[in-house]
C-alpha cells in the first residue's frame, strides 16, 4: 500500500522523534546540564505547537498561552507526550479527506493575531516546523560530542522500504 505524502511525513517524524528522544536521554546531564535542560525546552516546544496546530485543525481551543510551557517537562514526560501526539497526527492524516484537507480553518495565534490555513498547510507547517527546530537541536548535540540522527526523509524511506534501494 502506497502511503500519501502526508502519511509518510508524519510517520517519519514520529520515527525520527524517537530517535532524538534517545539520543537526548543518552546526554550525561551532571557534565551537560545546561545543554540538557536546552535540548528538552526546544523538544518542548516542538511539541506545543503541535499541540496548538492539533487543537486548530479540530476546531477546538488549545488552551496555550505562549509557543512553550513555563515549566520544563521530564524528558521521560515529554517523550510519552509526544509519542501520543504522534499516533494522534498518524491517526488524523489517515482519516482525513481530500476535501477535509483542503478546507480553510480560521483560528487565533497565540499572540492573539488571526489566521486562516487549510488543514492541509497547518499539517505541512507541523512538519516543517519541528523538522527546523530537530535540526536546532541536532546542532546543540554536536556541541556536546553526541551524535544526532540522521533527520532525512529518505533515510526513514529506505528504512521503512528497503526496496527502494534495489538496484535500478
Not at 107 to 128: A, N, Y
Not at 134 to 147: D, N, P, S, Y
Amino acid at each position: 500500500m502506497a502511503a500519501t505524502l502526508l502519511q509518510s511525513l508524519f510517520r517519519q517524524k514520529a520515527s525520527i522523534n524517537e530517535e532524538f528522544f534517545a539520543v537526548i536521554g543518552k546526554v550525561d546531564a551532571d557534565a551537560h546540564a545546561a545543554e540538557r535542560h536546552a535540548l528538552i525546552r526546544l523538544m518542548n516546544h516542538i511539541f506545543v505547537v503541535d499541540r496548538i496546530f492539533a487543537a486548530h485543525l479540530r476546531g477546538e481551543p488549545h488552551g496555550y498561552t505562549a509557543t512553550n510551557t513555563p515549566e520544563t517537562p521530564t524528558l521521560e514526560a515529554l517523550r510519552d507526550a509526544v509519542s501520543a501526539s504522534d499516533r494522534g497526527y498518524i491517526e488524523l492524516v489517515d482519516a482525513l479527506t481530500p476535501p477535509q484537507l483542503a478546507q480553510a480553518v480560521a483560528f487565533v495565534f497565540t499572540d492573539g493575531q488571526p489566521g486562516r490555513m487549510s488543514r492541509e498547510e497547518m499539517l505541512g507547517h507541523v512538519i516543517t516546523h519541528g523538522s527546523y527546530h530537530r535540526g536546532e537541536v541536532g546542532q546543540m548535540l554536536k556541541r556536546i560530542a553526541a551524535a544526532p540522527p540522521r533527520d532525512l526523509f529518505t533515510a526513514y524511506l529506505h528504512r521503512v522500504e528497503p526496496q527502494r534501494r534495489a538496484p535500478i
